[in-house]
């Protein structure tokens, strides 16, 4: 077993090392961005990057707002249940966060895709959603980024070909983008 929690601990140690320093220094930057300007940041996943969408509308909603006049308005479109289920019964799962972004989307919005692969298709057509309707698209990906890289006007990726090790690396960047957020309101606040 020590083997095998070494090799894993190892892959995420090379992970964190070739994370781009540049990729989340332009997430935090869009962000603050949409904060300034009243936007609304959609955030969407499927299984742990469900949970990690969750995790950051929380971790911002709470973490960073807590204190604040002015809010983030942090949106996860993974959390209503009855939506998602009504919208994959009666449509397709393709379509369960679109269908939730055409009742709140407005132009100049955020939309903030997490795929592990990059090729989750709900995903994909959130993204393309906000590229079409004149919103910013972000994509947190592993492995080589998949589609989701390739559609997504900014990016981060993991860059490591395995599903928990990115996994990992996203949830890093969640509070990492938490803490970097609530230093930079604190800080203009000042």
Not at 10 to 16: C, E, N, S
Not at 39 to 62: M, P, R, V, Y
Not at 87 to 104: G, H, P, R, S, T
Not at 161 to 166: A, L, Y
Request: hydrophobic share 40%.
């Amino acid at each position: 077993m020590i083997k095998q929690i070494d090799a894993y601990l190892k892959k995420l140690t090379t992970a964190i090392i070739g994370i781009k320093k540049e990729e989340i220094e332009n997430c935090a930057e869009i962000l603050l961005q949409a904060f300034a300007n009243n936007k609304q940041i959609f955030i969407c996943g499927n299984g742990g990057s469900a949970s990690t969408a969750s995790h950051f509308a929380c971790d911002i909603n709470k973490g960073v707002n807590s204190g604040l006049e002015k809010r983030f308005k942090v949106i996860p479109l993974t959390d209503n249940l009855a939506s998602i289920t009504a919208y994959a019964n009666d449509f397709n799962y393709d379509m369960i966060f679109v269908e939730q972004l055409k009742n709140f989307f407005q132009e100049g919005d955020i939309v903030l895709g997490i795929s592990g692969s990059g090729n989750s298709q709900n995903v994909l057509n959130a993204i393309e959603y906000a590229n079409k309707n004149n919103g910013i698209s972000i994509g947190w990906t592993g492995f080589s980024g998949g589609k989701l890289r390739e559609l997504s006007r900014y990016s981060i990726n993991a860059n490591i070909n395995d599903m928990q090790v990115s996994e990992d690396i996203h949830m890093i960047c969640t509070h990492l983008l938490m803490k970097i957020l609530r230093k930079q309101l604190k800080v203009s606040r000042s």
